[in-house]
């Protein structure tokens, strides 16, 4: 690296301290440049820490290392310069000051040695030759000029030294200035390289920046220099100044380099304000040119503007001359220059141009204001937008310079008002008029030409806004016209009510907009700005309110402006009706002053919500009649129609739509009050041709408008669109033929036409259809009748055919309703018949079926087809299902399916897309659709409203009363009670008439599903036609889901019921009739037994007096089932059921069979409760006429089984399982090894039928025995070939000390091999299973509880390790053995009610766990459980599973001993006071204890299962002290023993143990082990073994409790021997290992002898609800320990040192931590007594400073870092 002159190399410029921080720093400094980032970072900040306490320590270290070390890289010597940067800046106060001289000499040989630029090295060494100087400015001013020789050239980084050192401390080094510039200004000149040019540039710009910064410092000061020297001025350095100027203007700003030219121009601009005026007035005709030229060659523009900036905000100071001329120049190459708005430079260099302009127009205002009206008129849209740009800013900053000159700038952009196209331009155009009209230039001449330049920008289309593309590649401020129309609509509203003045430029100018066809889309801002305007001076009567129309000549006339304030009321714009309404027809003045207020008043009433469109339309119609009269003269009528006519083509917009179709209806209107025919028949030709048939609102005005039309003149406005349509009419085939409806709704195929026409043309003769309807509708009834069917009927029929869109179809069915409605006899007042009628359904029909069918059709199409369907003749049954085929599918629609607005915006290609009417909203056409088809299913009953036709209906409507869907069902039912009623109703009318009821049908057939079939007896059945078989489809309704079904499906059921009375008792009938007869009773009040629904008698279709007795218990039963309980509603079906439906009276035999084999369907209905309702009718009426139904108990019993398998709902199949137990109660052969035999998983009927064994009380014991045996003792698996080695491979294991996964899975159940489950064994599993979950299962785990848990525990392990049951049982994929066991043991469980045994099934992992190789311990929780909730169980368990220890099956053994020693912890030696148990007791509690003690002991021989009895030895303690202390000799002696066992597994259960023994035994036991234990011990503690360290620390914290007493001080010195070992694993790697750790420290925190210490110990660091900050707690343990235990400190700090070659690197990191945290924090004065070797300490430390791990390196450096005192 070379050395610094005047430093001696070799020698030591440490700065010692005579300690041990010497040699860390300087291992630090060594090893600071680490390859791990962040170590790298600990280094650096261990440096930087130290030297906050050491400054000249760390200083000089890194000075040394740096002046002597030859060896380490280039960036360890950057990374250490940047560390020696940082510690002066913080210190260098503190740090000797010859110390810092020389690093100063460093730096200064770093930062020149290499001559080529080496930016990371000769930075840093620049930024600390900085931190120096603003100690020693003079110093270092000194040494930089130093080398900065007179003449030569310095070094790169010297003079960017001088130039970033200068801001920093100006006030020390401008005086010195000018000696620097002496050395700048001969070197100037020699510059060649760039780099160099670069920090020249920059450097005397920063000269010229501290110079203007120590100036303003001195002025504000009062002129007094700092320090008392004598004070400069900027004139003391312009003559040094401008060389420099003049060398970087000529030679370096034409540089190739776009780096230098930038800097210089910055420099140059900085230098300006330094030049003296003489000499910037020379050079200003040079330098702006320069800039100029550079502006036009440079990409970055910025520094060129700031520059520029600079100078004209000089030359304007003094009004300079010289600047004036050069302005055209600057003028051609600023002006207009175009932005990105997305290059943030490109954003500030367009704000630093108008600033420029800003600053030119202070003074030289005209010739700017001249150029920039020139540029005006440029091609390039760009310039324009930029210059209107300028003169926005000009307007809002200069407005005092513009003043003079606002004539000039009104008249330079008026041309460009009139004729500019580009949207970029009219949008900054708009802006800049809200601008000038802020600042009165509107008032000018020229001001409306602006005025109507916004109002043309807002009149911009919808159509034009959609037809914007964006370009691909659009700049950031590309304007949509959209975007343009909002713009001008918020500056017209915004110049309107918020600028001061501007009524005298907008009254009465705006009117002129309403009119004109090019404004027509600004027609709402206007009417807006206008109603303000006319509304204020109207309130302050001002004088130019009133208009002289005459004089206006440019102002439409009273007429037009009548027509087109009428229109634009439509849109509720009243306010400028009432503001305007004194301006129009002087006669009608006094009727609108009073009529405008009134619909001011209506419109502030309506809430948007309750506003209606069409109501609002009528009322000004109304206004338009009263207007015309009031008028009474023809030719002003006839002026007022021209206006109207010549003003619809200002609402040719698509969203003007609506107010055309005003203009058309009241066009109409006025054509209503003339007689002149050519006057009409030519406004009849307006209206049509200028209504676009693409839009579904003009088409319905100019509907209306003819129909208006057409009331006084019907045969003009019939002649004018039979000539119309003439041409299409020809030229398309008639719609006749025939076939019926039927046929001809089938017949055609979808989209088939027999001619075609243009989407234009069929919407013309959509409008022509409409029109038809409208005059049918309008027009004379007289007339219409002799027409319609000669005719207008004749010329719409062939365009039904092609009907293609959606408009037409629209318009088609509207019309059609409206000729139906015409024709009826109400209307006509006479009798017609519409010989058309079934051509016109069958066209209908089509429209709502075929293709896409919009929303709207369907809703107009049903109620057209009511209406036409009102008309004689009534259809016949053929045209009657087809039309109900067609309909009925409606009952499917949903409110997210019904908008339709994609699908008119697709059909109106170049058009406007058709708006929904009011009320055309998703819901309320769902609503109206499913009213309108109600209502077509009681047109069609009317006509014949008897049984046949009901019946015929019902048939129709079943398969949606059936449906899955709960809207289908609600919506049927809403029909069929409809239909209901409205039979009875006729039936109760024609008795009242006089007439006979209908006789009964020749035959009544019985529906018995999909296909009907006669009773068996042909007698006719007097009374209802198929009364079993239409209740059958109302039962499943009665407990229907739906709240609002039920109720109705029982009013069915009572009506249907009461109509079969009425058709089959004649005194029924009669009472029917009297009651019909009587007077209205005054109704007495209601008491408190009253029927709640008694008080709507009169409301109900059958009063309940008229119900005959054993009837009327249904109106009751239509009240309970509205009831939410279901088990109410249930309830009430079998009240119905047996008091009703089941009576010989209701329901003869044939007709009761119809009901049940109808039920039975009923039972497979998708509604749960409805399936359980119909059971609950059917076994109720097989209850009560079981004996009647002899004959067909095979036909019903063969029905149930089929319905079976159907059957979805639980309780229902319960209920047919009732049945079939009933009828099977002949046949008890149930045999349970062919139950065994079926595929698992067992069906629900399996399932089912094995419970019903299972209740069966003289079955069910010898079940239980038979599948616990089968489970317990059968052949359970097949073994896998390579099992028989399985335990020796155990014992092997063991013998070589190693945890063997094979073996021990093998002991699980696992192995290296699969075991074959046996059939029998999981069929029988799964039996058993499903017996317990059934009703009976309660009562069979309560007799044999201790069977039935041993067998389900031992099952869990047999059924470990199996495979995939073979192929050949056909089993489920799903089907496991482990999947199995798990089953029966919950089932187990949850018969027996013990929750606290489920919650510990959860807790252990639920059945996930019982199936994994972990199950063990998963039944020693369980089985703790087990114990818990029944102890009196205990004795019979031990007794049942005891045998299992020697099993023949390893998993048996297994869980054998696993339950056993779980029975430990349950089994005191005093039995407490127990209830009575069912099991018997052969031994006492203590025997007990023995028992399962001595089956433990003698379990340790077996390998299997060691481990096992030794964890359950570990479980005496539970049993409690005495018998711990009893066995205590020989469990300790087990568990010792097996502490060196070689099986890590059988170690850790042994320590487990003992923990748990030693947490419960006496002392006395202990005391001899004690220290043998805990030496036996220590190695566990660092054993590689993770669940052993962890078992080993939480064994120690148990040994705590023998600290005291005769143990106390060997237990204490155990206790300081394992403290290091505690704290070093608190972080241990493992978090098991660290919460053992923590929580042995808790309990050992008593023993230490000090307050302090276990304060700290048990403190906040250690709580478990929060994360161990680990650097804090080992802070405040040092802390105590160092007061506490001074001579233990020493032990401490060495231990830590041997575990720096600890195999973990996080204990080597603790370790290392510990040490520097403890030594750090004691007290330098008392260090002696601690007996430390600070040297072997520090030593050890910068040995680990190497290690491999950079965690390790990382936590070394912190702990070196803390030891900054040694």
């Not at 408190?1088 to 039963?1117: C, G, I, K, N, Y």
């Not at 010195?1613 to 919460?1635: I, K, Y």
């Amino acid at each position: 690296h070379g050395q610094a002159p005047g430093i001696q190399p070799g020698q030591s410029y440490v700065m010692t301290t005579g300690g041990q921080v010497d040699e860390m720093v300087a291992a630090i400094v060594k090893q600071a440049h680490d390859s791990d980032n962040r170590a790298r970072k600990a280094m650096s900040t261990a440096l930087f820490d130290v030297g906050l306490k050491q400054p000249n320590l760390v200083a000089s270290t890194m000075f040394d290392f740096l002046v002597n070390d030859n060896k380490h890289s280039q960036a360890h010597r950057v990374q250490l310069l940047e560390a020696l940067e940082k510690c002066v800046t913080e210190r260098r106060e503190q740090i000797d000051a010859d110390l810092m001289h020389k690093i100063m000499t460093l730096a200064l040989a770093d930062m020149v040695r290499a001559k080529e630029v080496v930016p990371d090295w000769q930075s840093a060494a620049s930024s600390l030759l900085i931190s120096i100087g603003m100690r020693f400015p003079d110093a270092l001013m000194k040494e930089l000029l130093a080398m900065f020789g007179p003449g030569v050239v310095p070094h790169y980084f010297v003079i960017k030294t001088f130039g970033d050192f200068l801001p920093a401390h100006p006030l020390a080094a401008v005086p010195k200035l000018k000696e620097v510039l002496a050395r700048v200004i001969p070197v100037l000149s020699s510059i060649k390289a760039p780099n160099m040019k670069w920090v020249f540039a920059t450097a005397l710009g920063n000269f010229c920046e501290a110079m203007l910064h120590y100036v303003a410092n001195v002025e504000d000061s009062g002129g007094a220099a700092p320090n008392g020297g004598t004070a400069f001025t900027l004139a003391d350095f312009s003559s040094e100044i401008f060389p420099c100027y003049e060398v970087l203007f000529a030679q370096w700003l034409p540089s190739k380099e776009a780096k230098v030219r930038l800097a210089t121009i910055k420099a140059l601009g900085s230098m300006c304000a330094v030049m003296s005026r003489d000499n910037f007035e020379e050079q200003l005709p040079r330098l702006i040119p320069a800039l100029l030229n550079l502006y036009k060659k440079e990409k970055q523009h910025l520094p060129i503007t700031q520059g520029m900036c600079s100078v004209l905000s000089v030359a304007v100071k003094d009004d300079s001359p010289t600047l004036e001329p050069l302005l055209p120049a600057l003028f051609a190459v600023f002006c207009c220059a175009p932005v990105d708005h997305n290059d943030q430079s490109s954003v500030k260099n367009h704000n630093e141009l108008h600033r420029c302009f800003g600053i030119i127009g202070l003074v030289f205002a005209e010739p700017l204001v001249t150029y920039l009206v020139e540029k005006l008129n440029a091609k390039d849209a760009r310039v324009r937008a930029g210059t209107l740009a300028i003169f926005k800013h000009l307007v809002t900053r200069n407005d005092r310079s513009l003043d003079p000159l606002k004539s000039m700038v009104m008249a330079g952009v008026k041309p460009l008002v009139v004729t500019e196209k580009d949207l970029s331009v009219r949008k900054a155009l708009a802006q800049l008029i809200i601008s000038m009209a802020s600042h009165n230039y509107m008032l000018l001449s020229g001001g409306e030409t602006m005025i109507e330049f916004i109002v043309r920008n807002s009149a911009i289309t919808d159509t034009e806004c959609d037809a914007y593309q964006r370009p691909k590649k659009a700049a950031a401020d590309d304007v949509s016209p959209n975007e343009l129309r909002m713009l001008c609509d918020n500056v017209l509203n915004l110049i309107t009510t918020t600028v001061d003045g501007m009524d005298e430029v907008l009254w009465p100018f705006l009117f002129e907009s309403l009119v004109k066809p090019e404004l027509a889309g600004a027609m709402g801002v206007v009417c807006k700005c206008l109603a303000f305007i006319a509304h204020t001076k109207r309130e302050n009567d001002a004088p130019d309110y009133i208009i002289d129309f005459d004089r206006a000549v440019n102002l439409p006339k009273p007429p037009a402006l009548l027509a087109r304030l009428l229109v634009c009321v439509a849109r509720a714009r009243a306010a400028l009706v009432a503001a305007a309404g004194p301006l129009l027809h002087p006669a009608a003045c006094d009727m609108w002053d009073q009529a405008a207020p009134r619909l001011l008043h209506y419109l502030e009433q309506q809430s948007a919500a309750d506003f209606q469109q069409s109501r609002w339309e009528e009322l000004v119609l109304r206004l338009l009649e009263k207007t015309l009269a009031i008028a009474d003269d023809d030719a002003w009528a006839m002026e007022l129609g021209d206006c109207y006519a010549d003003q619809l083509s200002l609402y040719a917009a698509p969203e003007d739509a609506d107010l055309k179709k005003v203009a058309l209806k009241h066009l109409g209107v006025v054509i209503q009050k003339l007689q002149h025919r050519e006057f009409i028949r030519s406004k009849l030709e307006v209206m049509f041709s200028q209504t676009n048939h693409n839009s579904d609102v003009e088409r319905q005005g100019c509907a209306q408008g003819f129909g208006y039309a057409a009331a006084s003149h019907l045969d003009i406005v019939v002649d004018y669109l039979v000539n119309a349509d003439a041409p299409a009419a020809k030229s398309t085939s008639s719609g006749g033929g025939g076939g019926g409806f039927f046929g001809k709704l089938f017949s055609k195929k979808e989209g088939s036409s027999s001619g075609s026409s243009s989407s234009g043309g069929e919407k013309s003769k959509a409008t022509v259809v409409l029109c038809y309807g409208y005059v049918c509708a309008f027009g004379p009834a007289s007339q219409v009748a002799a027409r319609v069917d000669v005719h207008i009927i004749p010329a719409m029929v062939p365009h039904l055919s092609n009907a293609k869109s959606l408009a037409f179809k629209r318009a088609a069915i509207q019309a059609v309703d409206l000729i139906g409605k015409a024709m009826h006899p109400s209307h006509l007042k006479q009798e017609y018949t519409l010989k058309k009628r079934d051509d016109l359904l069958a066209h209908l029909a089509a429209f709502m079926t075929q293709g896409k069918v919009a929303p709207t059709v369907r809703t107009l199409g049903l109620a057209a087809m009511s209406t036409l369907c009102r008309l004689s003749p009534a259809l016949n049954e053929e045209n009657e299902a087809a039309a109900l085929a067609a309909v009925l599918p409606f009952f499917d629609l949903q409110p997210e399916v019904v908008s339709d607005e994609k699908q008119k915006k697709k059909e109106a290609k170049g058009g406007q897309a058709s708006k929904p009417a009011p009320g055309e909203s998703p819901e309320e056409l769902l609503e109206l659709t499913q009213q309108n088809l109600r209502a077509l299913l009681l047109v069609l009953l009317a006509p014949k409203p008897d049984a046949d036709t009901l019946v015929r209906l019902f048939r129709h409507l079943e398969s949606w009363l059936t449906s899955a869907s709960p809207r289908h069902r609600e919506r049927a039912m809403a029909c069929v009670l409809d239909l209901l009623n409205a039979h009875i109703a006729s039936l109760r009318q024609r008795q009242r008439a006089g007439q006979d009821l209908p006789a009964p049908p020749s035959e009544a057939p019985v529906d018995d599903g999909h296909q009907r079939k006669p009773v068996a007896d042909d007698t006719p059945r007097p009374g209802f036609s198929s009364l079993g078989a239409c209740l059958a489809m109302l039962v499943p309704r009665c407990t229907d889901p739906q709240s609002s079904v039920r109720p109705a499906a029982v009013a069915a059921v009572e009506t249907l019921l009461y109509t079969d009375c009425l058709l089959t008792n004649r005194a029924a009938a009669d009472r029917d009739m009297a009651l019909d007869n009587e007077p209205k009773p005054e109704k007495a009040p209601k008491g408190d037994d009253d029927d709640e629904d008694e008080d709507d008698d009169d409301e109900e279709t059958v009063p309940l007096a008229a119900l005959p007795p054993h009837l009327a218990p249904l109106r009751r039963f239509r009240v309970a089932i509205a009831a939410d309980n279901v088990n109410e509603q249930y309830r009430v079906m079998q009240q119905l059921a047996k008091g009703v439906l089941a009576l010989p009276i209701v329901l003869d035999d044939a007709a009761l069979l119809a009901l049940l084999l109808g039920c039975l369907r009923g039972l497979g209905d998708p509604a749960p409760t409805s399936t359980s309702g119909t059971c609950v009718v059917l076994n109720s009426c097989i209850g009560a006429r079981g004996a009647s139904l002899l004959p067909q108990v095979k036909q019903l019993t063969d029905g149930l089984l089929a319905a079976m398998e159907h059957i979805n709902d639980t309780q229902t199949l319960n209920g047919t399982l009732h049945a079939i137990r009933t009828l099977a109660s002949h046949h008890l052969l149930p045999v349970v090894n062919q139950l065994l035999e079926r595929s698992l998983p067992y069906s629900q009927h399996t399932i089912r039928a094995l419970q019903v064994l299972a209740k069966d009380s003289s079955l069910s014991e010898s079940l239980v025995f038979h599948l616990a045996d089968i489970i317990n003792n059968g052949q359970l698996y097949d073994e896998p070939q390579s099992s028989s080695s399985s335990s020796s491979a155990a014992a092997s294991a063991g013998k070589k000390g190693k945890k063997d996964s094979s073996s021990t899975d093998a002991t699980l159940g696992g192995g290296v091999g699969k075991r074959t489950p046996q059939k029998l064994a999981m069929t029988a599993t799964a039996a058993l299973s499903v017996i317990l979950d059934g009703d009976t299962g309660v009562t069979l785990v309560a007799e044999h509880y201790a069977l039935l848990v041993a067998s389900a525990l031992l099952r869990v392990g047999t059924a470990q390790g199996s495979a995939a049951p073979p192929k050949e049982y056909e089993f489920n994929s799903s089907v496991t053995a482990p999947g199995g066991a798990a089953d029966l043991l919950m089932a187990v469980f949850t018969a027996a009610g013990d929750k606290s045994v489920l919650r510990a099934v959860e807790s252990a992992g639920g059945t996930a766990a019982l199936g994994s190789s972990k199950y063990g311990d998963a039944v020693s929780t369980i089985f703790g459980a087990v114990c818990k909730a029944r102890p009196s169980s205990m004795h019979a368990l031990y007794t049942v599973i005891s045998p299992y220890v020697k099993g023949n099956f390893v998993p048996q053994r297994v869980v054998a001993i696993l339950v056993i020693g779980e029975m430990v912890k349950h089994t005191p030696l005093a039995p407490p006071e127990e209830p009575a148990s069912n099991e018997s007791s052969p031994f006492g509690q203590a025997d007990l204890l023995e028992r399962v003690v001595q089956t433990l002991l003698a379990a340790l021989i077996d390998a299997n299962i060691k481990r096992y009895a030794l964890r359950g030895l570990g479980n005496v303690t539970d049993a409690g002290e005495d018998p711990t202390n009893k066995y205590a000799p020989t469990i300790l002696d087990a568990l010792t023993s097996s502490m060196e066992h070689p099986d890590e597994d059988i170690v850790l259960e042994a320590m487990a143990a003992l923990s748990k023994v030693f947490g419960v035994v006496e002392e006395a036991r202990v005391q001899p082990i004690l220290v043998n234990i805990c030496h036996r011990l220590r190695p566990s503690l660092a054993s590689e073994n993770t669940g052993i360290r962890g078992e080993a620390f939480r064994l120690f914290g148990t040994l705590a409790r023998f600290g005291n007493g005769a143990s106390a001080a060997a237990f204490y010195e155990q206790f300081h021997a394992n403290l290091p070992l505690l704290l070093l694993h608190l972080a241990d790697e493992s978090s098991s290992v660290c919460d053992a750790a923590r929580e042995a420290l808790i309990k050992l925190a008593p023993l230490a002898q000090n307050e302090a210490v276990k304060e700290v110990l048990t403190g906040r660091h250690l709580n478990g609800k929060r994360t161990l900050q680990y650097g804090e707690f080992i802070d405040d343990c040092s802390k105590v320990f160092i007061e506490a235990y001074p001579d233990r400190i020493n032990y401490i700090a060495m231990t830590c040192v041997e575990h720096f070659k600890s195999p973990w690197d996080e204990i080597k990191a603790n370790a290392a931590l510990i040490v520097g945290i403890t030594l750090g924090n004691i007290d330098v004065a008392a260090r002696r007594d601690y007996h430390l070797n600070p040297m072997l300490i520090s030593r050890a430390l910068i040995q680990l400073l190497n290690d491999k791990s950079a965690t390790v390196r990382r936590r070394v450096a912190e702990a070196m870092s803390l030891l900054h005192t040694y």
